[in-house]
Every structure is written in structure tokens, then in C-alpha cells.
């Protein structure tokens, strides 16, 4: 199993501005992904973090907007750039440890860009 | 495409009564499926996997290649099930699952 935290809970932002999240894993995990949860609805894949290389951003997601670094095996962070209302959503870290293919969630962060 | 359809967004029954959560699936290979769970005000987290054929907290759910269908049910509901379940096939090959727009239960007294 894998139990993570992520920083900050919540946060209100004014557009323009840019905020990191972080997300802490109490194992070392080869796979971490960042996950985009609008109000409403389902989780939209923004990117997977691998250590030691870039993250694999998914279409119509690109770095420049939500750079995401991966220190070591146990960090991530993700930066969500020059927002707008449209940013505005909950985002979540995930990991996948690998013994059975099962992820496990962080308790997200709920971004308000005003 | 890989893609995941849950058709009910809103799903309410009565305690005591049948429940059954569907998910159909477009995918290319053989994807692993599992059922998330989202409770009010907890994470995400797993219900149930495919390849394990187990029954959690009464919950069941059957893969159906032949229909491409992964559906979750429950014969006798409790008012505790009452939160928002998300099918999601894994693609083993990319390493990636794909959720579906998720189905909110709600189990009356």
C-alpha cells in the first residue's frame, strides 16, 4: 500500500499567478501521476512523473502550463502556471506501487482561481 | 481510442433493495478493471479488482469480454454505500487507466 499527502488542502488564487502542489509517498514508487477532478466530474489524466526522466504530459496538457518535477521516489510536485477560472478544479496525486496494479489517491488539492 | 462509459451519473435505491452499477469499455488488448470508490469527504480508493474475483463489502462485479462490460452490483444495498463509484480499466501496455465519469449511488432508508 502507499499513503500519501498532499500540500496545500485547498487554496484561492488570483489569475495570473501560479501555485505548486506537493505530493509526499511514504514508499518509494516508480510511477506517480497528477489527476484533474472538475467539479462534477471524472478524473482526466494530466501527466505521469517517472523519476529520473521528463513527465509524459497527455494531450491537452503541455508543460509550460503544469511543469511537474520528480525529485526522488518518494516527491512530486506540480505547478499549475499563469492560471485562469478555468484552472479552477480539484487535482489529485495518484501512485501505483506495482504488486497489483491498484493506485492509490492523495486527499487532492481544491484549487479557486478568481 | 481507449474509452470507458458509465451511462448513470445518478443512481438511487431504496435499503435493502438490488443494486447495479454499470461499465462498458472500449478498449484495445486486455485491460485489468477495477471499481473506485469515493466516499464523502475520503479519498479515492480501491473497491474491487477484476482479476482478484473477490467480493468486497458485498460488492461483486464480472467482466464480460464479449460485451466489453465490467458491471458492479450488490444484491442487498446499505445506506453506507451511498457515495460516487468510478469504473477504470488499466491499460497494462502504456501503463495508464482511464476513469469513467463516474456514477453517484445513493441508498435511501
Known amino acids: 500500500s502507499a499513503v500519501i499527502s498532499q500540500k496545500p488542502s485547498r487554496d484561492i488564487c488570483q489569475r495570473g499567478t501560479s501555485l505548486t502542489i506537493q505530493c509526499q509517498v511514504d514508499?518509494?514508487?516508480?510511477?506517480m501521476f497528477w489527476y484533474r477532478q472538475q467539479p462534477g466530474q471524472s478524473l482526466t489524466l494530466i501527466a505521469t512523473?517517472?523519476?529520473?526522466?521528463?513527465?509524459?504530459?497527455e494531450s491537452g496538457f503541455v508543460i509550460d502550463k503544469f511543469p511537474i518535477s520528480r525529485p526522488n521516489l518518494t516527491f512530486s510536485t506540480l505547478t499549475v502556471s499563469n492560471m485562469s477560472p478555468e484552472d479552477s478544479s480539484i487535482y489529485l496525486c495518484s501512485v501505483r506501487p506495482g504488486t497489483y496494479n491498484e493506485q492509490f489517491f492523495g486527499p487532492g488539492t481544491r484549487l479557486t482561481v478568481l | 481510442a481507449q474509452r470507458v462509459t458509465q451511462p448513470e451519473k445518478l443512481l438511487s435505491v431504496f435499503k435493502g433493495a438490488p443494486v447495479e452499477l454499470k461499465c462498458n469499455y472500449s478498449?484495445?488488448?486486455?485491460?485489468?478493471l477495477f471499481w473506485y470508490v469515493q466516499y464523502s469527504r475520503q479519498r479515492l480508493q480501491l473497491l474491487l479488482r477484476h482479476i482478484s474475483r473477490e467480493s468486497i463489502k458485498g460488492f461483486t462485479a464480472d467482466l464480460n469480454k464479449g460485451e466489453t462490460s465490467f458491471h458492479l452490483k450488490k444484491p442487498f444495498a446499505q445506506e453506507e454505500d451511498s457515495a460516487m463509484y468510478y469504473c477504470?480499466?488499466?491499460?497494462?501496455?502504456?501503463?495508464?487507466?482511464?476513469f469513467g465519469d463516474g456514477t453517484t449511488l445513493t441508498v435511501k432508508p
Open positions: 477504470a480499466p488499466l491499460n497494462t501496455n502504456a501503463g495508464k487507466s482511464t
Open positions: 478498449y484495445s488488448g486486455s485491460p485489468e
Open positions: 514508499s518509494q514508487v516508480t510511477m
Open positions: 512523473a517517472n523519476q529520473g526522466s521528463e513527465a509524459t504530459y
